[in-house]
């Protein structure tokens, strides 16, 4: 099984920057990708970032630009870099790991295993 912990979430004015970090334990990050989800009050999970094993990148439109995810395979731990956070970012963020895939997996359905999420609050 794979245990995924989510750290970095907090408090952050408009504008400004902070970085999630994720550590899984129980699997390596080969044919697996790692994504970041969020969800908003009153509204569905939606990706924001994911990573493939080989290093394809998707990003929604959204935070195209302002957020980058990126991966430390030897420690077992993927980053999302935020920047130039807006309120509508507020949201609890989630980690997650995929099935076994060669190819970058972006659909939620297709992820196996979540982190406990990690609250960012953007004030303007």
């Known amino acids: 099984q794979v245990q995924l912990v989510e750290s970095g979430g907090g408090l952050v004015q408009a504008g400004g920057s902070l970085r999630l970090s994720c550590v899984a334990s129980?699997?390596?990050?080969?044919?697996?990708?790692m994504g970041w989800f969020r969800q908003a009050p009153g509204k569905e999970r939606d990706v924001v970032a994911a990573?493939?094993?080989?290093?394809?990148?998707y990003y929604a439109d959204s935070v195209k630009g302002r957020f980058t995810i990126s991966t430390n395979n030897a420690e077992n731990t993927v980053y999302l870099q935020m920047t130039n956070v807006k309120p509508e970012d507020t949201a609890v963020y989630y980690c997650?790991?995929?099935?076994?895939?060669?190819?970058?997996?972006?659909?939620?359905?297709?992820?196996?295993?979540w982190g406990k999420g990690t609250q960012v609050t953007v004030s303007s």
């Open positions: 997650a790991q995929s099935g076994r895939y060669s190819s970058l997996v972006i659909r939620s359905a297709e992820y196996s295993y």
């Open positions: 129980g699997r390596s990050f080969r044919l697996y990708s």
């Open positions: 990573i493939s094993w080989s290093g394809d990148i």
